[in-house]
Protein backbone atom coordinates (compact mmCIF):
# COMPACT_ATOMS: atom_id res chain seq x y z
CA UNK A 1 0.00 0.00 0.00
CA UNK A 2 1.46 3.36 -1.03
CA UNK A 3 1.73 5.85 2.00
CA UNK A 4 1.21 9.65 1.43
CA UNK A 5 2.72 11.93 3.38
CA UNK A 6 2.30 16.15 3.21
CA UNK A 7 4.23 18.77 4.87
CA UNK A 8 3.16 21.15 6.45
CA UNK A 9 0.02 20.12 7.85
CA UNK A 10 -0.99 24.22 8.65
CA UNK A 11 0.52 27.27 6.48
CA UNK A 12 0.12 30.87 6.83
CA UNK A 13 1.11 33.03 4.72
CA UNK A 14 0.82 36.70 3.99
CA UNK A 15 -0.50 37.97 0.62
CA UNK A 16 1.81 38.10 -2.34
CA UNK A 17 4.09 35.44 -1.14
CA UNK A 18 5.61 31.98 -2.49
CA UNK A 19 4.24 29.15 -1.47
CA UNK A 20 5.18 25.20 -1.52
CA UNK A 21 3.75 22.32 -0.30
CA UNK A 22 5.07 19.18 -0.56
CA UNK A 23 3.95 15.60 -1.01
CA UNK A 24 5.86 12.35 -0.30
CA UNK A 25 4.75 8.47 -1.28
CA UNK A 26 6.42 5.43 -0.76
CA UNK A 27 6.02 3.37 -3.68
CA UNK A 28 6.61 4.36 -7.53
CA UNK A 29 3.58 5.32 -8.96
CA UNK A 30 2.41 6.47 -12.63
CA UNK A 31 0.32 9.57 -11.76
CA UNK A 32 -0.32 12.18 -8.88
CA UNK A 33 -2.68 14.21 -8.25
CA UNK A 34 -3.24 17.66 -6.42
CA UNK A 35 -6.71 18.41 -5.18
CA UNK A 36 -8.05 21.48 -4.06
CA UNK A 37 -10.85 21.74 -1.11
CA UNK A 38 -12.46 25.03 -0.32
CA UNK A 39 -13.82 25.87 3.09
CA UNK A 40 -17.38 25.03 2.37
CA UNK A 41 -15.90 21.35 1.70
CA UNK A 42 -15.84 20.96 -2.32
CA UNK A 43 -13.11 19.38 -4.19
CA UNK A 44 -11.27 20.74 -7.39
CA UNK A 45 -8.91 18.29 -9.06
CA UNK A 46 -5.76 20.56 -9.98
CA UNK A 47 -3.40 18.60 -11.21
CA UNK A 48 -2.52 15.44 -12.45
CA UNK A 49 0.79 14.97 -13.66
CA UNK A 50 3.29 11.71 -13.97
CA UNK A 51 6.38 13.67 -14.89
CA UNK A 52 8.50 16.99 -15.02
CA UNK A 53 6.13 20.20 -14.09
CA UNK A 54 2.31 21.77 -15.17
CA UNK A 55 1.35 25.13 -15.29
CA UNK A 56 -2.47 26.19 -14.57
CA UNK A 57 -2.07 30.29 -13.48
CA UNK A 58 -0.44 30.88 -10.72
CA UNK A 59 -0.34 27.36 -9.78
CA UNK A 60 2.72 24.83 -10.13
CA UNK A 61 3.33 21.31 -10.14
CA UNK A 62 6.37 19.41 -9.83
CA UNK A 63 7.03 15.98 -9.65
CA UNK A 64 10.19 13.66 -9.28
CA UNK A 65 9.49 10.00 -9.76
CA UNK A 66 12.92 8.77 -9.08
CA UNK A 67 12.97 10.69 -5.70
CA UNK A 68 8.75 10.32 -5.09
CA UNK A 69 8.13 13.55 -4.31
CA UNK A 70 6.09 16.17 -5.49
CA UNK A 71 5.77 19.73 -4.59
CA UNK A 72 2.95 22.36 -5.42
CA UNK A 73 3.74 25.90 -5.76
CA UNK A 74 1.64 28.91 -5.73
CA UNK A 75 3.08 32.20 -6.59
CA UNK A 76 2.34 35.54 -5.66
CA UNK A 77 -0.54 34.33 -3.48
CA UNK A 78 -4.06 35.55 -2.57
CA UNK A 79 -6.63 35.25 0.27
CA UNK A 80 -8.60 33.38 -1.93
CA UNK A 81 -6.02 30.62 -2.09
CA UNK A 82 -6.28 29.77 1.04
CA UNK A 83 -8.00 26.58 1.52
CA UNK A 84 -6.80 22.98 2.08
CA UNK A 85 -4.29 21.42 -0.59
CA UNK A 86 -4.98 17.47 -1.14
CA UNK A 87 -2.25 14.79 -2.61
CA UNK A 88 -3.10 11.58 -3.67
CA UNK A 89 -1.38 9.00 -5.47
CA UNK A 90 -2.66 5.24 -6.38
CA UNK A 91 -2.99 2.79 -3.88
CA UNK A 92 -1.13 0.07 -5.47
CA UNK A 93 -2.90 -3.29 -6.19
CA UNK A 94 -5.98 -1.59 -7.65
CA UNK A 95 -6.60 0.93 -10.80
CA UNK A 96 -9.19 2.41 -9.03
CA UNK A 97 -8.11 2.93 -5.81
CA UNK A 98 -6.33 6.19 -4.48
CA UNK A 99 -4.39 7.01 -1.28
CA UNK A 100 -4.93 10.55 0.29
CA UNK A 101 -2.55 12.78 2.34
CA UNK A 102 -4.30 14.12 5.00
CA UNK A 103 -3.85 17.50 3.38
CA UNK A 104 -2.20 20.91 4.42
CA UNK A 105 -4.52 23.91 5.50
CA UNK A 106 -3.40 26.96 3.87
CA UNK A 107 -4.59 30.60 5.04
CA UNK A 108 -2.96 33.61 3.32
CA UNK A 109 -3.72 37.00 4.71
CA UNK A 110 -4.22 40.18 3.20
CA UNK B 1 -19.72 20.42 -20.26
CA UNK B 2 -19.79 17.50 -17.28
CA UNK B 3 -21.67 18.47 -14.30
CA UNK B 4 -22.28 16.16 -11.14
CA UNK B 5 -25.13 16.61 -8.59
CA UNK B 6 -25.32 15.19 -5.03
CA UNK B 7 -28.39 15.72 -2.35
CA UNK B 8 -29.02 16.11 -0.29
CA UNK B 9 -26.13 19.50 1.01
CA UNK B 10 -26.97 18.18 4.58
CA UNK B 11 -28.85 15.90 6.73
CA UNK B 12 -28.83 15.18 10.26
CA UNK B 13 -30.04 11.64 11.09
CA UNK B 14 -31.21 9.45 14.52
CA UNK B 15 -28.45 6.81 14.70
CA UNK B 16 -31.05 3.91 13.42
CA UNK B 17 -32.42 5.42 10.98
CA UNK B 18 -32.17 4.45 7.23
CA UNK B 19 -29.67 6.58 4.67
CA UNK B 20 -30.03 7.03 1.25
CA UNK B 21 -27.81 9.60 -0.60
CA UNK B 22 -28.07 10.43 -4.44
CA UNK B 23 -25.44 11.32 -7.22
CA UNK B 24 -26.00 11.92 -10.59
CA UNK B 25 -23.59 13.25 -13.94
CA UNK B 26 -24.96 14.90 -16.56
CA UNK B 27 -22.71 15.30 -19.92
CA UNK B 28 -20.68 12.31 -19.89
CA UNK B 29 -21.97 8.69 -20.97
CA UNK B 30 -20.12 5.29 -18.61
CA UNK B 31 -18.37 6.75 -16.26
CA UNK B 32 -16.67 5.25 -13.41
CA UNK B 33 -18.02 6.46 -10.26
CA UNK B 34 -17.16 6.99 -6.64
CA UNK B 35 -18.52 7.29 -2.68
CA UNK B 36 -16.18 9.33 -0.65
CA UNK B 37 -15.79 9.63 3.15
CA UNK B 38 -14.27 12.35 5.11
CA UNK B 39 -14.28 11.84 8.59
CA UNK B 40 -13.62 14.96 10.73
CA UNK B 41 -9.86 15.54 10.70
CA UNK B 42 -9.15 12.62 8.46
CA UNK B 43 -8.16 12.56 4.74
CA UNK B 44 -10.60 11.35 2.20
CA UNK B 45 -11.90 7.08 2.47
CA UNK B 46 -12.80 5.58 -0.73
CA UNK B 47 -15.96 3.51 0.23
CA UNK B 48 -17.05 1.94 -3.33
CA UNK B 49 -16.65 2.65 -6.93
CA UNK B 50 -18.61 1.27 -10.54
CA UNK B 51 -17.06 0.59 -13.40
CA UNK B 52 -20.44 -0.25 -14.65
CA UNK B 53 -24.57 -0.34 -14.26
CA UNK B 54 -24.44 -2.96 -11.31
CA UNK B 55 -20.96 -3.60 -10.76
CA UNK B 56 -19.65 -1.74 -6.99
CA UNK B 57 -16.52 -2.43 -5.63
CA UNK B 58 -16.93 -1.79 -1.85
CA UNK B 59 -13.28 -1.44 -0.30
CA UNK B 60 -14.34 -0.39 3.51
CA UNK B 61 -16.42 -3.65 5.38
CA UNK B 62 -19.12 -1.19 7.07
CA UNK B 63 -23.07 -1.03 7.32
CA UNK B 64 -23.01 1.33 3.87
CA UNK B 65 -23.91 -0.38 0.33
CA UNK B 66 -23.68 1.20 -3.16
CA UNK B 67 -26.01 0.87 -6.14
CA UNK B 68 -25.99 1.91 -9.69
CA UNK B 69 -29.28 1.41 -11.31
CA UNK B 70 -28.60 3.51 -14.32
CA UNK B 71 -25.52 4.49 -16.13
CA UNK B 72 -25.15 8.11 -15.04
CA UNK B 73 -26.53 7.47 -11.50
CA UNK B 74 -24.94 6.25 -7.93
CA UNK B 75 -26.81 5.65 -4.89
CA UNK B 76 -25.18 5.10 -1.05
CA UNK B 77 -27.54 3.97 1.29
CA UNK B 78 -27.63 2.36 5.06
CA UNK B 79 -30.36 0.41 6.26
CA UNK B 80 -29.09 1.68 10.02
CA UNK B 81 -27.13 4.77 10.73
CA UNK B 82 -24.47 4.54 13.63
CA UNK B 83 -22.87 7.40 15.37
CA UNK B 84 -19.82 6.66 13.30
CA UNK B 85 -21.35 7.34 9.80
CA UNK B 86 -21.40 11.12 10.51
CA UNK B 87 -19.24 12.61 7.58
CA UNK B 88 -19.27 14.56 4.84
CA UNK B 89 -19.48 12.17 1.77
CA UNK B 90 -18.26 12.49 -1.72
CA UNK B 91 -19.39 11.12 -5.04
CA UNK B 92 -16.69 11.38 -8.27
CA UNK B 93 -16.34 10.21 -11.38
CA UNK B 94 -13.54 9.72 -13.72
CA UNK B 95 -13.18 9.15 -17.15
CA UNK B 96 -13.88 5.28 -17.91
CA UNK B 97 -10.97 3.03 -19.12
CA UNK B 98 -8.50 5.77 -17.75
CA UNK B 99 -8.20 3.62 -14.82
CA UNK B 100 -6.54 6.26 -12.13
CA UNK B 101 -7.24 9.21 -14.44
CA UNK B 102 -8.51 12.58 -13.05
CA UNK B 103 -11.50 12.83 -10.34
CA UNK B 104 -13.99 15.52 -10.65
CA UNK B 105 -15.98 15.68 -7.19
CA UNK B 106 -19.30 16.38 -6.21
CA UNK B 107 -20.60 19.56 -3.92
CA UNK B 108 -21.03 16.59 -1.06
CA UNK B 109 -23.31 15.83 1.35
CA UNK B 110 -22.49 16.86 5.19
CA UNK B 111 -24.26 13.59 7.18
CA UNK B 112 -24.22 14.32 11.21
CA UNK B 113 -25.73 11.27 13.30
CA UNK B 114 -27.33 12.05 16.43
Known amino acids: KNEVEQSPQNLTAQEGEFITINCSYS?????LHWLQQHPGGGIVSLFM???GKKKHGRLIATINIQEKHSSLHITASHPRDSAVYIC????????????FGKGTLLTVNP | SQTIHQWPATLVQPVGSPLSLECTVE??????LYWYRQAAGRGLQLLFY??????ISSEVPQNLSASRPQDRQFILSSKKLLLSDSGFYLC?????????????FGPGTRLTVT
Open chain 2, 92 to 104: AWSVRGVGLGEQY
Open chain 1, 27 to 31: VGISA
Open chain 1, 49 to 51: LSS
Open chain 1, 88 to 99: AVPSGGSNYKLT
Open chain 2, 27 to 32: GTSNPN
Open chain 2, 50 to 55: SVGIGQ
